[in-house]
């Protein structure tokens, strides 16, 4: 449907989002939809460029030009371009010599003289300004992602600062500056050789090389490979963006809070300017059909697993619905048939789907993990028997349009979020789908019969690419070397003329909000229990929660008991009868067990309350248990835990809370196995009954407020129990202590951790500025230091933490991941800044700004009010403590915060935690005379 008013746009009747598709002049492509329930606007400008654009000779190409997309150009962190360009000039043909040479020596010579003009030009810009203007307009979430067929750049914004952003980003997008680029190549190093290390990317890596023999989604990697890495071309990079990055292959993509007119006018004046290019003919990949099975083994330390894929068409065809329909028919987590035929029979450990959908194929994916002595090929096997049911006709029919339903809810529940309805807009414009094919998906799944999904199926669905991914050394990691450079310099007391410029500009300011939960949240009684209602203005929806002050602290079992609850039965239902039940009425219930607190929640439609509310009360309160059920639900409870001691993540993070508490920590006081293998039915079901019984309290998100309560009046159980005590867990202070963990790993994890003093509120003020300014973001201190100037590591942060609750003590913590020869390094660097505030005025001033404007446009939405009141509840404050933090940023000087740094971010006695290889680790620090505190993986997790 095309509109006639001032800027034409398209529309599709019927679309709840009510996005107004705009072309420009230049051909540039606009996707606004309003969301006023925040006054913030989620931002994606997209490129139609990806890595299968990635010349064959200079692969990571676009992953890396989208790396430089945040080094400015002549007027974006220029101090004097004149003179910085004929540097560049001259790096870029030293570049070309670099690459073009053959003789090793000759090439060191080169870098060599690559690196000291690099350093010369480095104290002619500004690192990163492009993030001072970003934190001077509010914007958060600013990053970038580039994968096969696009590059994507976001931010959100205050709604106040919509024309400085354009003015920002048509600045960006109208020239680049390849300045730094050497130093970012050390990061682009950093990431791929971190990238060695997530067994997700070699399966996956695999898996796209096999399912795509002949075309860029296999024979390339978005990182690319190490010998492209090791000689990039400034100037094919260059090329590059004159091709790709005009405006007739590039869209911009805005949901929130904005007017339509005002905002298409604005764009016009900006980014309407842009050039407009003939772009090379779109990559399209083609591939011949799969004859046969294909698969191959990988190997890595972590738990074994299978995962295979069916090759299907791309966005565009009508594969697509299909897919979707599927993929939920046979994994939703509650009734699909791998749920109730595998994960509820417990016949492996887990298994589950998903899909990724690119411009020219799709996926469908399948992943399983087995039991103990359980092989690959028979979880494969699994799977595999219930899509020969789905092509057998072995389904109930009424699940076909439960799928649909469940679908409907989950995207109406996603487009309510910005930055869910904008994903889904950026990739309609990157695959050149219809925006009304998509709005109109749910109506063609609607359409699909059983008999047509079996034949689609049976078409489809015939020969496979597996990934087995077994225990072991992986012999194909690829180590990227670093050359030596000389750090770069970081100038915090220069701008650039832009810049100056730029932060005169005056923009309405955005009046904050204070929620008063007085007025926000009905307090009311159902029989004793405390009961809170916020309404529901927005939809149909409804969500009930149980909040029990009881947690893994006061029975450690809790957790396996409520996890048991997923393959109970009861008085009326078996347990395969009771999931069914549930997806039918769009039931969805979530217990989680927090230490102190659990919380059981429903979700539903109100129509379906009543219904709801009858199953959860059968669930919780006559439930029945199979003891073989309960056998092969302890073994898996094991299974996991033997899993958890493989898996690089957990093992670094059981290592951090040593290194943060001490040896009572959490971690090291679960559920002990021992005592795993002797449980029997009849423990779970006690602590089940001990749990339901003890205090609680009801919370419900919904529009009828009486209504509900009558409803769970009639279904209310009264406490006979008072909450047991809780175990105590000290946290003990840092003691200096360096603990190290081996594992067979690329990079090297560290984590920093000192204690602080007990939580104070009139420190989270100090908190928010130490992590807007110091800890985290493109402009912070650690990322500019660790990073930008001595490309020590890809992943650097600080973090002040404020404890959850007045008995809780704050920390400081930060953490790196880095290549061992640099492990050194990156921790005097780390030290250098924890020991002493750096001199740094202009980004001072940049993040109070920041700070205010994103207090002023936050505002907390639907059932997340209730849960921050009980936040500030568990902390001691009775009020949005927000007002009292504005009021504190705004009054807060440098020197104040100088004072504050000194005396709680200055490490007291600081931990070190440190992961990887003992032969790369160990004998570095023992050269510095450093002696550490080796931990075995067995004494971390004390299972």
């Not at 205050?158 to 980003?169: A, F, R, S």
């Not at 030596?484 to 810049?499: A, D, G, L, V």
Request: aromatic share 12%; net charge negative.
């Amino acid at each position: 449907m095309i509109n006639d008013t001032i800027t034409p746009f398209q529309s599709v009747e019927n679309d709840p989002t009510k996005t107004r598709i705009y072309t420009l002049e230049n051909g540039l492509k606009v996707y606004l939809s309003r969301n006023e329930n925040e006054p913030k606007i989620q931002t994606y400008i997209a490129v139609k460029t990806g890595s299968n654009n990635d010349p064959e000779t200079t692969t990571g190409l676009a992953h890396y030009f989208e790396h430089m997309m945040f080094k400015g150009n002549s007027k974006i962190g220029a101090l004097d371009w004149e003179q910085e360009k004929k540097y560049l000039d001259q790096l870029e043909e030293l570049f070309e010599a670099h690459r073009n040479t053959k003789d090793l020596a000759a090439k060191k010579e080169i870098y060599q003289e690559i690196d000291r003009l690099s350093y010369e030009a480095s104290k002619l810009v500004v690192p990163n300004e492009y993030d001072k203007f970003t934190s001077i307009i509010g914007a958060s979430q600013v990053n970038a992602h580039t994968a096969y067929d696009e590059t994507v750049y976001y931010n959100t914004i205050p709604k106040n600062e919509l024309k400085k952003w354009l003015d920002l980003e048509f600045c960006r997008f109208s020239e680049i500056a390849l300045r730094l680029f050497h130093t970012e190549l050390e990061t682009v190093y950093e990431e791929y050789n971190r990238s060695q290390d997530n067994d997700g990317r070699l399966i996956f890596n695999t898996l796209m090389k096999l399912q795509f023999p002949d075309s860029k989604y296999g024979t390339q990697t978005v990182l690319g490979n190490p010998e492209d890495l090791k000689n990039p071309s400034m100037r094919a990079i260059k090329e590059y963006f004159h091709q790709y990055y005009v405006a007739n292959n590039m869209a911009i993509i805005m949901v929130g809070d904005l007017e339509y007119e005002p905002t298409i006018e604005a764009i016009k004046a900006t980014f309407g300017q842009l050039p407009t290019r003939s772009v090379p003919q779109q990559y399209r990949a083609k591939e011949k059909p799969m004859t046969r099975n294909i698969s191959q083994d990988v190997h890595s330390p972590s738990a074994e697993r299978v995962q295979f894929s069916f090759r299907l068409n791309g966005a565009n065809s009508t594969d697509i619905p299909y897919l979707k329909l599927l993929d939920v028919l046979l994994n939703n987590s509650i009734a699909g048939l791998m749920d109730l035929n595998i994960n509820q029979q417990q016949k492996a450990q887990t298994v589950g789907s998903g899909n990724s959908i690119f411009r020219d194929y799709s996926l469908h994916l399948f992943a399983g993990s087995p039991k103990t002595g359980q092989s690959l090929e028979e979880v494969e096997k699994l799977i595999l028997d219930e899509i020969e049911n789905i092509k057998n006709g072995n389904f109930d029919q009424w699940l076909l349009q439960a799928v649909v339903n469940d679908y409907k809810k989950s995207r109406v529940k996603n487009w309510l979020k910005p930055s869910s309805l904008g994903s889904t807009l950026y990739r309609s414009f990157i695959n050149d789908q219809a925006w009304e094919n998509v709005v109109n998906e749910l109506e063609v799944m609607q359409k699909i019969t059983k008999e047509e999904l079996m034949e689609f199926v049976k078409k489809n669905y015939q020969y496979r690419v597996t990934i087995y991914k077994r225990e072991g050394e992986n012999n194909t990691l690829n180590y990227v070397e670093s050359p030596n450079i000389t750090p770069i310099e970081i100038n915090r007391k220069e701008e650039s003329e832009f810049f100056s410029s730029f932060k005169k500009k005056k923009s309405k300011p955005i009046e904050p909000q204070f929620i008063d939960f007085d007025q926000m949240i009905k307090k009311d009684k159902i029989a004793h229990f405390p009961f809170y209602h916020i309404q529901n203005p927005h939809n149909e929806m409804v969500q009930v929660y149980y909040i029990f002050e009881a947690g893994q602290d006061h029975d450690s079992l809790l957790n396996f008991s409520l996890g048991m609850l997923s393959f109970a039965g009861t008085k009326n239902y078996s347990p395969e009868e009771f999931k069914k039940t549930c997806y039918k009425y769009g039931v969805d219930f979530n217990f989680q067990a927090g230490n102190e607190r659990s919380i059981l929640s429903i979700n539903c439609l109100e129509e379906n309350l009543e219904k709801a509310l009858h199953l959860f009360d059968e669930l919780l309160y006559h439930f029945t248990f199979d003891q073989e059920r309960v056998e092969e639900y302890k073994s898996q409870l094991i299974k996991n835990r033997e899993n958890a001691m493989q898996n690089r993540s957990k093992i670094n993070n059981a290592l951090y809370m040593w290194a943060k508490y001490g040896p009572n920590n959490r971690q090291r006081n679960m559920y002990k196995t021992n005592k795993i293998h002797t449980l029997e039915r009849e423990d779970f079901e006690q602590c089940l009954h001990h749990f339901t019984a003890c205090p609680k309290e009801i919370f419900v998100y919904g529009s009828n407020r009486n209504h509900v309560k009558r409803l769970l009046l009639q279904q209310i159980h009264p406490s006979v129990k008072q909450t047991p005590a809780k175990r105590i867990f000290s946290q003990d202070a840092s003691n200096g202590t360096i603990y190290f963990v081996p594992y067979e790993m690329v990079q090297t994890d560290l984590n920093f951790v000192s204690r602080d003093d007990l939580f104070d509120p009139k420190k989270i003020a100090y908190a928010m500025m130490f992590n807007e300014l110091i800890g985290s973001g493109l402009s912070s201190i650690v990322f500019q230091e660790i990073r930008e100037a001595k490309s020590l590591a890809y992943s650097a942060r600080a973090y002040y933490e404020t404890g959850n609750t007045c008995q809780d003590y704050s920390y400081v913590t930060a953490s790196i991941g880095t290549q061992p020869d640099k492990m050194v390094d990156a921790i005097k660097s780390m030290n250098t800044i924890l020991n002493k505030m750096p001199n740094a005025k202009i980004q001072f001033q940049a993040a109070k700004t920041s700070i205010i404007k994103s207090i002023s446009s936050k505002r907390y939405q639907q059932a997340d009010i209730f849960f921050y009141w009980m936040s500030m509840k568990d902390k001691g404050i009775s009020f949005d403590y927000r007002k009292e933090i504005l009021s504190t940023i705004e009054r807060m000087s440098i020197e104040d915060f100088d004072i504050f740094y000194q005396q709680h971010i200055v490490p007291k006695n600081q931990n070190l935690a440190i992961m990887g290889k003992r032969e790369e680790v160990v004998p570095r620090l023992e050269e510095l005379g450093l002696s550490v505190e080796e931990k075995s993986i067995e004494e971390l997790f004390n299972f």
